[in-house]
């Protein structure tokens, strides 16, 4: 494969940068969800 | 105890996404053939043109149309803005990355990162204007005057969309046209078989990542929302108690909230 470095940087930046937003995401809303839940935490 | 925030559905959503972008990643990176022109550098575009159609079109198309359900009078509800909100954060980030794996393409294809070509600056322009509308949405207001001026920015940046559109026909790029995004290349494809198919799967992986991105962080958005309201009910209490008043606000925020269910 012709360029692979560059291809490879490319589809790493990719699923780099969407997975950290994605985990990001779902931790602060379980973060928000556990804070905002009732205090008997049931 | 909460060990969940998604619901059954969105849950399968994130497993059709993740198998759908592993068999893209797949298909782009061992299976699909190189170009004649491009050689390899074809394999970034099943990543650009995926990202680039959904910022522009779905998610800022989003953005705009839950916009003007939120400015309408019969329709305004906190629901649109929250929707537009998440829908322009996905779009950022979508757009922020057709630029650098445009800009990695246009390395090995015209030996630059980056060039002032029309439709590569019209692209610029636009991340940026997305990324004043999310700091809108930030600047301190009450929640009414927050939504109603950010709805105005949205509309007011979705008009450089159809000017990216066309910059390929506007003006002399080094940027390549549509390859299938016109009627007339509908009709005459520049790309097909395998790597049509490769493009065409990729489009619909990052559709899904989309939805499955979208679910989450309008759920997100909400809880955020609730969790204002609960912090200016406590400010309220506070102040009242200092005065000597009774606490009689109700705080809804302390109820299960339904879109986390």
Redesign the interface.
């Known amino acids: ?4 470095g ?2 490879f ?3 790493a ?2 699923a780099g ?2 997975g950290s ?2 985990l990001w ?2 931790r ?3 973060a ?8 008997d ?2 | 105890m909460i060990t969940t925030t998604s619901s059954r559905a969105t849950r399968i959503l994130g497993w059709l996404t993740a198998a759908s972008l592993a068999l893209t990643a797949v298909m782009a990176l061992v299976i699909s053939p190189p170009d004649v022109n491009m050689e390899d550098s074809v394999r970034l575009l099943y990543l650009h043109v995926p990202t680039a159609w959904l910022s522009m079109y779905i998610c800022f198309g989003i953005t705009t149309l839950a916009s003007v359900l939120y400015l309408w009078k019969r329709t305004r509800s906190r629901f649109w803005d929250l929707t537009a909100g998440a829908s322009a954060e996905i779009g950022v980030l979508f757009l922020g990355l057709t630029l650098l794996i445009g800009a990695i393409w246009g390395r090995i294809t015209w030996g630059v990162y980056w060039t002032w070509d029309a439709r590569l600056t019209t692209t610029a322009v636009l991340f940026v204007m997305y990324l004043g509308y999310l700091a809108v949405r930030k600047v301190p207001a009450t929640p009414e005057v927050q939504s109603r001026r950010a709805a105005i920015v949205a509309l007011a940046s979705f008009v450089n969309v159809p000017i990216v559109h066309y910059a390929v026909e506007w003006w002399r790029t080094l940027h390549q046209a549509a390859s299938l995004g016109s009627p007339q290349r509908l009709l005459d494809p520049q790309i097909t078989g395998t790597m049509a198919g490769t493009l065409f799967l990729g489009v619909i992986a990052f559709t899904l990542l989309y939805a499955w991105l979208m679910a989450h962080r309008f759920r997100l958005a909400w809880l955020e929302d609730r969790l204002g309201d609960r912090q200016l009910q406590a400010a309220i209490d506070e102040r009242r108690a200092e005065a000597g008043v009774g606490t009689g606000g109700t705080n809804e925020a302390t109820a299960e909230p339904e879109a986390v269910r």
Do not use: E, H, Q
Not at chain 1, 1 to 4: G, I, Q, R, S, W
């Open positions: 494969m012709t360029d692979a560059y291809i940087a490319g589809y930046a990719t940068i969407i937003y994605a995401v779902v602060r809303k379980r928000l969800a556990r804070l905002l839940s009732p205090p935490g049931s």
